[in-house]
């Protein structure tokens, strides 16, 4: 268990736009009755036109350093999860280094699909063991919207945009970082993809993008892999910290779909009212969803002053990981 990793600031943003089952209803053939039982979600956020990953993380990161009552200059490190960056080059982390003013950070991205955030919370714990003084900016930011097919009614009726942030030093007053485990497994990468304009699918000037452009997924199997590796990783982390479930207060699995949120609750045999979702009101905003989920139920007050919180996601790669906070 690592000792003072301070969680400063949390922070969230989602575009205004709404796109709700029954705008659904009229671009593929669906209904609001589908989605809901099959989902839980009734509605997600979509960008405005020229609104984009960079401008959602901005804003996420502007709230996180507002509620840690700290200045955009004191951040020595960003770091942006997401699988859809403004451009490929350069990185969504450079874009918001400039947005907030700043020069002469270290900027980057990490590309771990919907565990991403996860993914940098444990680079974060990295640099703060390298650079003790550092404060370090992770950010989940998505414009999923932009690879969903809206043609595709499996996979469009799924996802939304959105960004969630949080600041971590090793000094200050807030909520600690207990612990992080992350896992990957490539042998099934190919359940899930956003493959087109990667170096595997080139296009070639003026060609229309063809539907791997969008994401792929096989929905069933992936449901299975979901329950199974967030439960793992979440027992894992609770053994490795000599804690049970009945320790946990606040478990905040990713935000895929609530019945593999429900499902994840009852495997962890956790109560569901110690289950947070919103879901319903964001879809599935991929490295977003587990840091907007994370600020929402703080600011809700649905996590409590000395809540033990869980955080697990997973998704494309495969990826899948675990957090525990104290708050
Ligand atoms: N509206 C109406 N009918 C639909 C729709 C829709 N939007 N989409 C599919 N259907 C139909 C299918 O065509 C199929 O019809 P058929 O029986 O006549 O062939 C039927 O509904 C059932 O389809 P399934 O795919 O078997 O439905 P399932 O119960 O598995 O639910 C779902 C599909 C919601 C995608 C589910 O499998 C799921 O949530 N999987 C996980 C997906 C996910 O979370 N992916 C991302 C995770 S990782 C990450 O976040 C990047």
């Not at 799924?158 to 007053?173: Q, W």
């Not at 992080?180 to 990667?198: I, Y």
């Not at 996590?303 to 495969?318: H, K, P, R, Y």
Request: charged fraction near 20%.
């Amino acid at each position: 268990m690592s000792n003072d990793i301070v969680i400063r600031g949390l922070g969230r943003y989602v575009p205004e736009k709404i796109l709700s089952n029954a705008d659904l209803e009229s671009i593929v053939e669906t209904t609001d009755e589908w989605i809901t039982t099959r989902t839980g979600i009734k509605e997600r956020h979509v960008v405005a036109e020229g609104e984009y990953s960079s401008d959602l993380a901005t804003a996420a990161a502007r709230m996180a350093l507002k509620n840690a009552g700290m200045k955009a200059e004191e951040l020595t490190h960003i770091i942006v999860a997401t699988f859809t960056p403004d451009n490929i080059v350069p990185s969504c982390a450079c874009i918001v280094e400039e947005k907030l003013g700043l020069k002469h950070r270290v900027a980057f991205d990490i590309a771990a699909a919907c565990s991403g955030f996860l993914f940098g919370l444990e680079a974060a714990r990295a640099m703060l063991a390298l650079h003790p003084d550092a404060n370090v900016l992770v950010i989940g930011s998505e414009v999923v919207t932009h690879r969903t097919n809206f043609t595709d009614r499996s996979t469009c009726v799924l996802f939304g945009d959105g960004a969630g942030a949080t600041i971590l030093s090793n000094k200050g007053e807030g909520p600690r970082l207990l612990d992080v485990r992350l896992s990957t497994d490539g042998e099934l990468g190919n359940l899930l993809t956003v493959a087109g304009g990667g170096s595997a699918s080139t296009y070639k000037p003026g060609e229309a993008v063809r539907d791997d452009y969008f994401i792929q997924m096989q929905g069933r199997e992936i449901f299975k892999h979901a329950v199974r590796s967030m439960t793992g990783i979440c027992n894992e982390i609770l053994e490795a910290n000599g804690l049970s479930n009945a320790d946990v207060d606040v478990l905040i699995p990713h935000q895929a779909n609530w019945r593999i949120i429900d499902a994840v609750g009852r495997k962890f045999e956790i109560p569901a009212e110690k289950v947070f979702s919103n879901v319903q009101r964001y879809g599935n905003t991929s490295a977003a969803s587990v840091p907007l989920a994370l600020s929402e139920a703080h600011s809700t007050k649905f996590i409590q002053d000395g809540d033990l919180v869980m955080l697990t996601a997973f998704g494309g790669g495969f990826t899948w990981a675990s957090a525990l906070l104290k708050f």
